[in-house]
């Protein structure tokens, strides 16, 4: 991951990617079973909504209010961070994840990432210097390559 100048949660495991059990315990929190799943499904799937989050994890018994709280608690706790995108909703990022835009198809619903936004670029836009930017949210919208070959198609995502 490219460190562009932000100071992300450093809750990387020295190999293997991160160990959700001890990102909970640097940060206080007890290391409970929905927890540590919904971290694992996090890291695991690509930008995850709350609804990926909950098949991946209701066979472990975990129900879609704790599914919803627990997100919450890891929100506020700087281990993930959700980004809104148009037609899909939110989807989650781990706190590792230096800020950086989206690439969104709207026909197709293709999400990508696009490289972190390096701080220089925020200054210029008028962030203040002692302003601690945790994330920034912008999401590019468009037709990808493969949808304008394709051309309009009448059953896009709205
Ligand atoms: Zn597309
Ligand atoms: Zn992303």
Known sequence: MTDAGFTPVDIHAPAGGLDARAALRARGLRATEARVLLLDAIRDLDHPTVEAL??????????????????????????????????????????THAPHAHLLCRECGRLEDLEPIPEDALADRGVPDDFEVEHVQLTVIGRCADCRTRGYSANRPA
């Open 54 to 95: 909950h098949l991946a994890t209701r066979d472990r018994g975990i129900a879609l209010t704790t599914v919803y709280r627990t997100l919450e608690t890891l929100e506020r706790a700087g281990l993930v961070w959700a980004v809104h995108v148009p037609g899909t909703g939110r989807t989650y990022h781990l706190g």
